[in-house]
């Protein structure tokens, strides 16, 4: 990949953004009736999808060097977020073919990687078979198996069932995890991307899609390999790597189930502010009741921070490759949950007031049921925060030595500096350097101390920061006492992973901010650092709290766009 001029990267998403606009409108496939008909039927947008390939969404699942558009991996989850911010439901399943395609990016033959590219450019879709009815989120106990066929051409033969797969009866292509050694095991899987349209008549059986709870249009089911014989190159890298490929892809990938996440997000502050601009109590606009606008400002502040994780986990992809496996589990565990508690938040501020019933498509509701599911995609909360605490004594040591990556980080959090490219072969499914973004944290605070000492920031701010480097230092000794057997994590490690992922979506929310100063309103930072400070269990001075309603302000004072630590033509304008 070679690196794009910065101001270019914001067209397709203006672009974009102006289509969603236009298929909004009544009649359109995005258009409120007609989205809100589907999820009655549970019918799958099709006509929303092909709309979003015609605008050429597909090109940028696909890597540069593969013959797509894709040489910055941030674009996709903002892309996403945009799609997400209309319909969580297209979102989703649009957006699984880049899910399903990331592994042969990372470990796949060029040649094939560049024919993937091309299917995908003509409009193939790709999903990624994991999980099996049995074991859920397990992939070590997977039963799927694929056996080498001694025959010219050599082969394989694919026998078992899948289950529970987004997008997976749609699927042209998909990429299976199965089991290549019998005895299992971290090297007993491989991955193979399979071309249905290659297998013989009877080799696979759809099964029946599965109702749930969430995005009900999509295509979520199963299917059945019946000795389905692959060819050799089907296999994705070499035999017995399919963990440890699968698991960098979810490094990848994770950043844009987030981008799903910052929408819905997006989505359900507008509608909350569009509700409370028209609603009052007892005759006072309700913006102006100090609990609602109170509430209102921390809801802001927590899609503040969400957004700094993700914006900094997507730049990461670039910036900070070999500390994915932390970046990613910490944007994937706290971004989904924080939109689950501001929409929780929402509801249970406003809706006494009639949040759910003003809308005639019941959009919030919808919305609030569907994010549920984005929690469970690419791996639960749990499972990426058992992830965070293997590491804990790495990332103990790394904050007690200040090791970091410098400029890794300054190109993570600058949104306006170009990324290198990205290169799979720095993954790694352990974090050589820590966290740099929680590692610097220390450095960041002696930086806003010393621009308070010049009168470029306020002693408010730096009072705040200097609480936020407290709480870490805290942290990350009691993460270091952390002592426990694989099969036996204490229930407290848990507690302690979440509280991780506060620091470090506040500790991002500040680097971005002293990045480019003059482009975030302190104010916000403030509130940002309130909201995390609060959430840590850590004092906070009453007037801090002002912050907040500060934020509440720029929510209500421009209808349709929502507060963004982005630049106005990246951030959220619907």
Known sequence: ????????????????????????????????????????????PAEACRALDAFGMPRYYVPTEHGGALDDFSMVTQLLRAVARADLTVAAAHGKTYLG?????????????????????????????????????????????????????????????????????????????????????PRGFSLFLVD??????????????????????ADISGLVFHDAMLPYDALIGEPGQGIEIIL?????????????????????????????????????????????????????????????????????????????????????????????????????????????????HGRFATLERDHRIIGIFDGSSLVNRNALIDQFPRLARGYRKGRRDDDGLAEATDVQAPLRPFRPGALSLLSGTGASVVAALPAAVDRVRDLTASG???????????????AADGLHERMAA???????????????????????????????????????????????????????GEPVEEADRDALDALADALLSSPGTVPSLLDPMEGTTR
Request: contains cysteine; glycine residues 10%; proline residues 6%.
């Open 1 to 44: 990949m070679t690196t794009t001029p910065v101001a270019s990267k914001a067209a397709p998403i203006a672009d974009l953004l102006r289509l969603l606009g236009e298929l909004a409108a009544p009649g359109g496939p995005f258009s409120g009736e007609r989205l809100a008909a589907l999820d009655e039927r549970e019918a799958f």
């Open 196 to 217: 249905k349209a290659r297998l013989a008549p009877g080799a696979l059986s759809p099964l029946p899609k599965v109702p749930t709870y969430g995005i009900r249009g």
């Open 482 to 536: 952390v002592r426990y057997s694989p099969r036996s994590v204490p229930g407290h490690a848990f507690g302690l992973a979440e509280q991780y992922e506060l620091c470090f979506a506040a500790a991002a929310t500040l680097h971005l901010w002293l990045r480019r100063p003059d482009h975030i309103d302190e104010t916000w930072l403030q509130g940002c650092l309130v909201k995390a400070l609060t959430d840590l």
């Open 456 to 470: 470029a920031a306020s002693g408010r701010l730096a009072a705040l920061a200097d609480g936020l480097r407290r």
């Open 248 to 360: 960098k892809a979810l490094h990848v990938t994770r950043t844009g189930c987030v981008g799903m996440s910052l929408g819905a997000g997006d989505h359900a502050l507008d509608l909350a502010a569009r509700f409370t601009a028209d609603a009052t109590d007892d005759g006072t606009p309700l913006g102006k009741v100090p609990f609602v606008r109170r509430e209102l400002g921390e809801a802001v502040a927590g899609l503040l921070l969400a957004e700094a994780t993700g914006v900094v986990a997507a730049r990461s992809v670039h910036a900070l490759t070999g500390e994915m496996s932390v970046v990613s589990a910490v944007a994937k565990a706290y971004v989904p949950a924080q939109v689950d508690d501001l929409m929780a938040r929402l509801l249970h501020t406003l809706g006494p007031y009639g949040l759910t019933d003003a809308d005639p």
């Open 101 to 185: 395609a990331v592994s042969t990016w990372i470990a796949g033959d060029p040649a094939r990687a560049a024919r993937l590219g091309r299917r995908i450019g003509e409009g193939a879709v790709v999903s990624c078979a994991l999980t099996e009815r049995h074991h859920g989120s397990d992939l070590l106990a997977g039963e799927v198996t694929a056996h080498p066929v001694d025959r010219e051409g050599g082969g394989w033969r694919l026998t078992g069932e899948k289950w529970l797969i987004n997008n997976i009866t749609r699927a042209d292509l998909v990429t299976v995890l199965a089991r290549t050694d019998p005895e299992g095991g």
